[in-house]
């Protein structure tokens, strides 16, 4: 039973770590998470975040997205306001796209992808 209680503790703070850093804020507590953006923790987050764990990434978060082009308006403007500047864009149609921001100042860049997965929009950010 007690093997059964710390595993079951175990699953629950691991899972609890894959979420946002700082709840109610997203780009790694950079800005208030904006409406129509739901945090995504479970087995779609895993598998996000093993997709991206390249060399430099030190943080990644996903997101399930109600309405894409308002979603992704708000954190291109969040970005804008904290001065990340957009230094690469791929739109691979379908609502299937990467794009990378750098703040050059603080040598920090952030990737955001948008995807659809099981006819659910998603936007992973991740970053330095």
Known sequence: MKKLVLAAAFALFASAGACPNKPGYI???????????????????????????????????????????????????????????????KDYGNYDMVMAYKNIQLNKVVVVQIFVFNDDAYMGISGN
């Open 27 to 89: 780009v790694n507590g950079l800005t208030r998470m904006p409406t129509g953006l739901y945090p995504e923790c479970g087995a779609n987050y895993d598998s996000f975040s093993r997709g991206n764990s390249a060399v430099g990434i030190k943080w990644v978060e996903l997101y399930r997205v109600s309405e894409v082009n308002s979603g992704m308006k708000k954190v291109v403007n969040a970005l804008s306001k904290k001065h990340y500047l957009k230094v690469s864009y």
